[in-house]
């Protein structure tokens, strides 16, 4: 069982920055990526990005290429979403996840953090 906790999200004025946390608890964590989706209202849920814990290595979407940076304290179980030069159809509700195989199952999924970017 692994439980994920995000932190992080809040109100940001377009342009601005936001830092996203996951703690992440639980028994054999190595076993997963770690990803983050995101979902904005009216719209289906959306993959962010991923990074693995043993060698860091990451995705992007398109969409977040350049401007959202993911990184991992593995000593604290702690995963981030780093996201810089935010555009308002980046509100969403950002959630992080946990998957073993592929993204298109995804075996744990956290409570979710509201983002919102203001014109």
């Known amino acids: 069982q692994v439980q994920l906790v995000e932190s992080g999200g809040g109100l940001v004025q377009s342009g601005g920055s936001l830092r996203l946390a996951c703690a992440a608890s639980?028994?054999?964590?190595?076993?997963?990526?770690m990803g983050w989706f995101r979902q904005a209202p009216g719209k289906e849920r959306e993959f962010v990005g991923s990074?693995?814990?043993?060698?860091?290595?990451?995705w992007y979407a398109d969409f977040a290429k350049g401007r959202f940076t993911m990184s991992r304290d593995n000593a604290k179980n702690l995963v981030y979403l780093q996201m810089n030069s935010l555009l308002v159809e980046d509100t969403a509700v950002y959630y992080c996840a946990a998957a073993a195989s592929s993204w298109d199952r995804v075996d744990y999924w956290g409570q979710g953090t509201q983002v919102t970017v203001s014109s």
């Open positions: 990074i693995t814990w043993i060698v860091g290595a990451t």
């Open positions: 639980g028994r054999r964590l190595n076993r997963y990526a």
